[in-house]
Nanobody
Framework: VQLQASGGGLVQAGGSLRLSCAASGGTLSANTMGWFRQAPGKEREFVSAIIWSGGVTNYADSVKGRFTISRDNAKNTVYLQMNSLVPEDTAVYYC?????????????????WGQGTLVTVSS
């Protein structure tokens, strides 16, 4: 499974960005899609996840109410709409996928990773 993330950039605090992740190659084995992020000097952390079928979602507490994950099954693409961004959201955002139908946040459960896309939120 190949994952191609895009949509990062520089935005002012309070602004919005939408990240996209296009999946290809063996997508039948990628039942759940997700996003993690890694800020400078910090560990990679869970942001959100969604199951392709049924659309069950999960969010980290830090982004609940501000971020929305969605999917377009026809395009094999997952989106992360990020609103009300704050400087603490600054990080490299990674698209990920896993076999199985679970939106668990544990990083070891995720099987496939795309390249990161940088999101920078200025104050």
């Amino acid at each position: 499974v190949q994952l191609q993330a895009s949509g990062g950039g520089l935005v002012q605090a309070g602004g919005s960005l939408r990240l996209s992740c296009a999946a290809s190659g063996g997508t039948l084995s990628a039942n759940t899609m997700g996003w993690f992020r890694q800020a400078p000097g910090k560990e990679r952390e869970f942001v959100s996840a969604i199951i392709w079928s049924g659309g069950v979602t999960n969010y980290a507490d830090s982004v609940k109410g501000r971020f929305t994950i969605s999917r377009d099954n026809a395009k094999n693409t997952v989106y992360l709409q990020m609103n009300s961004l704050v400087p603490e959201d600054t990080a490299v955002y990674y698209c990920t996928a896993r076999r199985g139908w679970a939106v668990e946040p544990e990083i070891g459960q995720w099987n496939y990773w795309g390249q990161g896309t940088l999101v920078t939120v200025s104050s």
